[in-house]
């Protein structure tokens, strides 16, 4: 009776984590959502202005129900557009990643890139995000100036370690932006300064939302901060949250809307579109 019932225990325990990886990778994979904040950075007598936060896409040849998605939120109607990194997963991702964009370039928009805009991903131990100092693999080269020259070609401003300001919804927008610190390429001191104060709003960019930059970026006056990069976590525990970051962001802050302490700084992290291309699953995330 004993072994019947280990047996049983085994059998279920084998059954119900077959259930929840289909469901991880097969349904929750591919539940693009769409969340709305209202960020409280404008008087209170303004306009509201829409901004379309977009991350992490990791596209892929092929993934034609990511890139409708995607294309179909110019129905937003949105004033500004900011990608913040992580477009491509494969050499040939261009194409896809002009497919998901392609309706949202006639708008006002900005970006800075993340590490899977430079080099593909590799296949990695996913324990190894528990490591603090892991070191980074790079992958196969991917096309980034060409992504670049399409973004830019469109008028999109490239806040890679740059800062500008542009018009959108009426309103002229301060924007200033970091290449990827998750692979150590942002050089904030060459967009570094307190914010003019002319235009309507300030927002800052990076990719991965380290803390270092966070910081330096709020103190600026930046009212808001766009970052990726996390995934929300991409495989949580239902009441406990995100597991982990791959950054120096804490857990709680993983995705989502929050106060950025010590300032008055609003920090927006994207949960992102896509996942690693060797772990193609998501769960409470």
Not at 104 to 122: E, H, I, K, Q, R
Not at 219 to 237: E, N
Not at 256 to 270: C, K, M, T, Y
Request: proline content about 8%.
């Amino acid at each position: 009776m004993r072994k019947r019932t280990l047996f049983r225990l085994a059998a279920g325990t084998v059954a119900a984590g077959a259930a929840t990886l289909a469901y991880a990778s097969l349904i929750e994979r591919n539940m693009f959502t769409l969340r709305r904040y209202d960020v409280p950075v404008l008087p209170t007598d303004a306009e509201p202005l829409r901004v379309l936060h977009l991350s992490d896409l990791h596209m892929m040849p092929g993934q034609r129900r990511k890139q409708d998605w995607v294309a179909s939120l110019a129905a937003l109607d949105p004033d500004l557009v900011v990608v913040t990194g992580d477009n491509m997963a494969h050499p040939e991702s261009v194409p896809g990643v002009l497919r998901a964009l392609q309706p949202l370039l006639d708008l006002p928009g900005a970006f800075v890139f993340g590490s899977n805009d430079y080099t593909g991903p590799v296949f990695k131990n996913p324990f190894t995000y528990f490591l603090p100092d892991r070191e980074y693999t790079e992958g196969v080269p991917l096309p980034y100036e060409e992504l670049r020259d399409i973004l830019t070609g469109a008028g999109w401003a490239d806040l890679n370690n740059a800062r500008t300001t542009l018009k959108a919804g009426g309103r002229e927008i301060e924007l200033a932006g970091v290449d990827d610190p998750h692979i150590e390429r942002d050089d904030y001191d060459a967009v570094a300064g307190p914010v003019s104060g002319d235009a309507a709003l300030s927002i800052a960019l990076s990719h991965s939302p380290e803390p270092v930059v966070l910081d330096r970026m709020a103190a600026d006056g930046f009212g808001l901060l766009l970052a990726g990069h996390t995934h929300g976590g991409q495989v949580c525990v239902p009441g406990y949250g995100a597991l982990v970051t791959n950054c120096g962001l804490p857990r709680s802050m993983a995705r989502g809307l929050h106060r950025w302490p010590g300032s008055d700084s609003w920090l927006h992290v994207s949960a992102g579109l896509g996942t690693h291309p060797t772990a193609p699953i998501r769960f409470a995330c």
